[in-house]
């Protein structure tokens, strides 16, 4: 199985000569799921896998199923045995937040000083220039103003009643953008407890898996809860719904990653618990050929619509992987499916390759994306800042608009299966940084500004260490960071929907009206120039290292056509609240 990874940020890896989506293994625990036919209680699943010899440590009743640790040797036998089960399938591993091409991104810790005023907006949503880095929208957030968020801010703020599940690391609910503005409830669901009953502390040390408390240990999810709701305080920036609140549901545990029905669990949480919202910056790609993995995606397929039969609308990254997904319809494990996103079959199909590697290793071809692919799901791809709304100069020749604004960035994911699009910052010319050079930064306001925890993992990655990147600083001891990804565009999505149903109460859980409004307001007057990998450029990269097997360089003779870049177009705040 291809491993569900956090679609971070600047684009720096933590391990960076591994492929976020390659090389499945199988999780350390050998935690299986067990689904049983409909009717089936919690407590007669709990002792169903008791009597075949092992433990529940994942409650999916919702869905008719469990995560089960087996004891017994013969656990599998013993509950397939049982008449109420209809199907078990051991789990792969999913990873963490790591990203696609090495040290694209990144920067320090460090400190900074900027002035505060009571003003409205916070202080630096507005501001000119970071550390004399000017981007030509003029403000730090520049990501508003391209959705037009300050135009619904003159009438809506967001309705503290409106409540969004924030499905990550966590969130540091101490970060000063934050403390108000997150509910009391904090949930987990990376169940280390009940692991730890069943195999003992040191095989889970010995599977890296440390991360056991609410808090955000990692700094992914302290972000995206920030570009949704960070407060209107006076202090730094500012989220696009201010006055709406998120809670937490810790579903990845920094340096590890989750297993499947972590993700699942919290999901299922979140929409019992009726929120109206949900963002999932997450993504990965399963095998439908695989028998386990088609039966993985039916339980997303199955989750996802509990949650929108309780009216919860779920927002989800397109992918950095800059790879077609198609919208098609198809059976997966014996079910037929409407609205699948399944990776395309062509040489658009094969992830970006960073210089050096072997695109094979990137193959994704025929893979369907998990959870924005998912039926149901909204996708988001990814926009740039940019140079201006013409064309941008062609600074290395490459006969392309480098650096044009509004482009599909250059990591995101594209194709017929994309709902609509929202800013997620690129880099200066929207080229990776190994054909940029210098010049090709993401601080300034060409990234996304957000909240970090000043202590977790973003923060403390030596890969974060120069002004080229600038993935983290601290001011009075908060942290903040210039990221890109879709994970930056999900919740930038999801803040304009909060504003919606804000100002429009009869939307709220009514997903199909509510992604219908999103769309219908959308901004369309948007030309694309970004091409797809070039799968048969194999020259040298701008900083002169090798691209032997191509799919590492944009193609610039062939842009991605509008619908498969933006879907229906870019999310419209003042139009969305509007009349």
């Given at each position: 199985m291809k491993r569900l990874v956090l679609l971070f940020s600047c684009l720096a890896a933590f391990h960076a000569a591994v492929p976020a989506y390659a090389k499945s293994r199988p999780n350390p625990f050998g935690v299986t799921i067990v689904r049983f036919a409909g009717g089936t209680t919690a407590e007669q699943m709990q002792v169903a896998v008791a009597k075949a010899g092992g433990v529940v440590v994942t409650d999916l009743s919702p869905l008719g199923a469990v995560g089960a640790a087996p004891l017994a040797r013969d656990f599998g036998r013993r509950i397939g045995a049982n008449a109420r089960v209809t199907s078990v399938f051991p789990e792969s591993m999913f990873d963490g937040p790591v990203t696609i091409d090495g040290k694209d991104g990144g920067g320090p810790v460090g400190s900074a000083v900027f002035g505060r005023t009571s003003s409205f907006p916070d202080p630096w949503h507005d501001a000119s220039s970071f550390l004399g880095v000017t981007n030509p929208e003029g403000v730090l957030q520049w990501d508003d103003a391209r959705m037009n968020v300050p135009a619904a801010w003159s009438t809506e703020l967001g309705d503290k009643t409106v409540k969004v599940a924030v499905l990550d690391t966590g969130v540091q609910k101490s970060h000063r953008e934050l403390a108000d503005n997150i509910g009391n409830k904090a949930q987990t669901f990376v169940p280390c407890e009940a692991l730890r009953r069943q195999y003992g502390e040191k095989t889970l040390k010995g599977a890296g898996l440390t991360d056991c408390g609410l808090d955000d240990q990692e700094g992914h999810g302290t972000w995206v809860a920030s570009r949704i709701a960070g407060e209107l305080n006076g202090f730094a920036?500012?989220?696009?719904?201010?006055?709406?609140?998120?809670?937490?549901?810790?579903?990845?545990?920094?340096?590890?990653?989750?297993?499947?029905?972590?993700?699942?669990?919290?999901?299922?949480?979140?929409?019992?618990?009726?929120?109206?919202?949900?963002?999932?910056?997450?993504?990965?790609?399963?095998?439908?050929?695989?028998?386990?993995?088609?039966?993985?995606?039916?339980?997303?397929?199955?989750?996802?619509?509990?949650?929108?039969?309780?009216?919860?609308?779920?927002?989800?990254?397109?992918?950095?992987?800059?790879?077609?997904?198609?919208?098609?319809?198809?059976?997966?494990?014996?079910?037929?499916?409407?609205?699948?996103?399944?990776?395309?079959?062509?040489?658009?199909?094969?992830?970006?390759?960073?210089?050096?590697?072997?695109?094979?290793?990137?193959?994704?071809?025929?893979?369907?994306?998990?959870?924005?692919?998912?039926?149901?799901?909204?996708?988001?791809?990814?926009?740039?800042?940019?140079?201006?709304?013409?064309?941008?100069?062609?600074?290395?020749?490459?006969?392309?608009?480098?650096?044009?604004?509004?482009?599909?960035?250059?990591?995101?994911?594209?194709?017929?299966?994309?709902?609509?699009?929202?800013?997620?910052?690129?880099?200066?010319?929207?080229?990776?940084?190994?054909?940029?050079?210098?010049?090709?930064?993401?601080?300034?306001g060409w990234g996304s500004l957000g909240a970090l925890a000043e202590n977790g993992l973003v923060c403390r990655d030596p890969l974060q260490s120069s002004l080229f990147n600038f993935a983290c600083f601290k001011v009075d001891g908060a942290g903040f960071g210039w990221l890109q990804g879709t994970s930056m565009s999900a919740p930038n999505a999801l803040g304009v929907a909060a504003l919606a149903i804000s100002a429009k109460p009869e939307l709220r859980h009514d997903p199909v009206d509510l992604v219908a409004r999103l769309q219908a307001t959308a901004q369309k007057a948007l030309t694309n120039y970004t091409g797809p990998d070039d799968p048969d450029n194999t020259d040298p990269t701008y900083d002169g290292r090798p691209c032997a097997t191509g799919y590492c360089h944009l193609d610039t003779s062939s842009p991605i056509g509008f619908a498969d870049a933006y879907g229906v177009g870019l999310v419209d705040a003042g139009a969305a609240v509007g009349p």
């Open positions: 920036s500012n989220g696009v719904a201010p006055g709406v609140q998120v809670s937490s549901y810790k579903v990845l545990a920094a340096g590890f990653g989750a297993l499947p029905d972590w993700i699942l669990a919290g999901l299922l949480a979140a929409c019992s618990d009726r929120v109206d919202l949900v963002n999932m910056s997450i993504t990965g790609y399963l095998d439908p050929s695989d028998a386990n993995e088609a039966q993985t995606y039916r339980l997303f397929a199955d989750a996802v619509q509990y949650c929108r039969a309780r009216g919860v609308t779920i927002f989800a990254a397109a992918g950095n992987e800059h790879v077609r997904v198609n919208r098609v319809t198809m059976a997966v494990g014996g079910q037929t499916l409407n609205g699948v996103g399944q990776v395309s079959s062509g040489a658009d199909g094969i992830a970006t390759t960073p210089p050096g590697a072997d695109s094979s290793d990137f193959d994704l071809r025929g893979l369907l994306e998990t959870p924005a692919g998912v039926p149901g799901v909204v996708m988001v791809s990814a926009t740039n800042n940019g140079n201006d709304a013409a064309p941008a100069d062609d600074p290395f020749g490459f006969g392309m608009h480098v650096g044009a604004r509004d482009q599909l960035a250059y990591y995101s994911s594209y194709g017929s299966r994309v709902d609509i699009a929202a800013p997620g910052g690129a880099r200066r010319f929207n080229l990776p940084g190994w054909d940029g050079g210098d010049g090709n930064i993401l601080y300034g």
